[in-house]
């Protein structure tokens, strides 16, 4: 059974940047689309970005500038970074698997159980 | 961006009972739409994908219909454990957007 963790730092400070892990259990990283989608109470759902392959990388344009995504297909790893932080950026952060259907459309089938992370001086 | 709204933003429902809950898009998504059902403290999970097409567990009471901007999620028969949040997103282009839920009660 495909299981996914997040994990990283819970608290941080303005301006800090946030580095989130997730660990992938019961399937290869590689063939999907890994995604950072985050839930505050202000913003609802908001979507992050995704990666497919290094020269594969989509990132919400709100955040672009911030973010970073990447892939460590040796230790089965999905990571998130993103820099500059404030109170907006407070939300609960879950790692979510898309699995590739036709073309390019895929759906979020395997959702981590997520992260609390807190921005806060 | 493509806006996702969703009506209404809760729904209390007997069980047994239809429910239904709308979503609209700013613009055209083909059968690009997708429905997820956040349970009381767990992860969102996927119901309908490609407009019509139940995920792979989900009951045949869950069904997913509509065309172009407007789109409809029904159920014919609600339960006790279909209770939670229910989202739907666009899955035509990045960057993904999610309406903000529909939080069903019995």
């Known amino acids: 059974q495909v299981q996914l963790q997040e994990s990283g730092p819970g608290l941080l400070k303005p301006s800090e940047t946030l580095s989130l892990t997730c660990t992938v259990s019961g399937d290869s990283v590689s063939g999907y689309y890994w995604n950072w989608i985050r839930q505050s109470a202000g913003k609802g759902l908001e979507w992050i970005g995704r990666f497919y392959s290094s020269d594969n990388i989509k990132y919400n344009p709100s955040l672009y500038s911030r973010v970073t995504m990447s892939v460590d297909a040796s230790k089965n790893r999905f990571s998130l970074q993103l820099k500059f932080v404030t109170a907006a950026d407070t939300a609960v952060y879950y790692c979510v698997r898309g699995k590739l259907h036709s073309g390019y459309y895929f759906y979020f089938d395997y959702w981590g159980r997520g992260t609390l992370v807190t921005v806060s001086s | 961006d493509i806006v996702m709204t969703q009506s209404p933003l809760s729904l209390s429902v007997t069980p047994g009972e239809p429910a239904s809950i709308s979503c609209r898009s700013s613009q055209s998504l083909h059968n690009y739409l997708d429905w997820y059902l956040q349970k009381p403290g767990q992860s969102p999970q996927l119901l309908i994908y490609l407009l019509s097409n139940r995920a792979s567990g989900v009951p045949e009471r869950f069904s997913g219909s509509g065309s172009g901007t407007d789109f409809t999620l029904k159920i014919s028969r609600v339960e006790a454990e279909d209770v939670g949040v229910y989202y739907c997103?666009?899955?035509?282009?990045?960057?993904?957007?999610f309406g903000q839920g529909t939080k069903l009660e019995i």
């Open positions: 997103t666009q899955s035509l282009e990045a960057p993904r957007t």
